[in-house]
């Protein structure tokens, strides 16, 4: 297990005075708690090969909120996603997306592509006005700017959950409530219209900057 330094502030919160180093950590943490949706899709999207690229990720108001997280499909199988996701347990269609918070999603490959990760893939991404850059992407080995490995956390999801983490779920639980969920989604720089930080969000993303700091993050398993 390594544990995640402290990070110094990095700039302010739209001209707040909150600290964001935890935007660059919590593309690390993030991870660890995103969950994904599928059901099984037709034939025809079961045999397309994914094409993923910077382009294929948007903002999260573009995407289809269920619960507290963001669900998309990039084969345009969004109904069976949203279908799994609503009901919580499923095998999960190829092209799901599933995204907690802008820096980490998860992506469903065409079944068998990767049998280790029940065919997901992870990325890490940069995001900024400008889009989205994926910094990292890969399986079982992908290992996050802080030494966590994505696969580590979600690899103890019970069977019926197909590797989604959530309360329950299996995974191990951490210390980050849905207020600073929901405080972080509201900071998606590639949005035209992000909803403004209320004076509670300014104060979730202030607790979460002191949390992420004595996080420790799991490493790849053996």
Not at 99 to 106: A, H, K, S, T
Not at 117 to 144: A, C, M, Q, Y
Not at 162 to 167: A, F, H, M, R
Request: charge should be positive; charged fraction near 25%.
């Amino acid at each position: 297990m390594k544990k995640i330094p402290a990070i110094s502030p990095i700039f302010s919160a739209r001209g707040s005075s909150v600290h964001q180093g935890w935007k660059t950590i919590f593309r690390s943490v993030g991870v660890a708690l995103l969950l994904s949706v599928a059901v099984s899709g037709g034939n025809e999207a079961q045999a397309r090969e994914l094409s993923i690229g910077d382009g294929s990720f948007k903002c999260l108001n573009d995407m289809v909120k269920v619960r507290h997280f963001y669900v998309d499909n990039l084969l345009g199988n969004r109904k069976a996603t949203i279908k799994v996701a609503e009901k919580g347990t499923g095998a999960y269609p190829p092209g799901s997306v599933v995204q907690l918070i802008p820096g980490e999603v998860m992506v469903k490959h065409p079944k068998g592509f990767n049998p280790a990760t029940k065919d997901w893939e992870f990325f890490e991404l940069d995001v900024s006005k400008e889009g989205t850059k994926i910094r990292k992407r890969g399986f079982v080995d992908v290992v996050n700017r802080f030494g966590g490995n994505c696969f580590a956390c979600h690899v103890k999801a019970k069977p019926e959950f197909d590797l989604v983490c959530e309360v329950e779920h299996g995974c191990d639980p951490i210390p980050i409530t849905r207020r600073m969920l929901a405080a972080v989604q509201k900071t998606d720089p590639r949005c035209t219209a992000p909803a403004a930080l209320t004076e509670d969000d300014q104060l979730a993303l202030k607790e979460l900057d002191e949390v992420l700091k004595t996080m420790t993050m799991p490493a790849a398993p053996k």
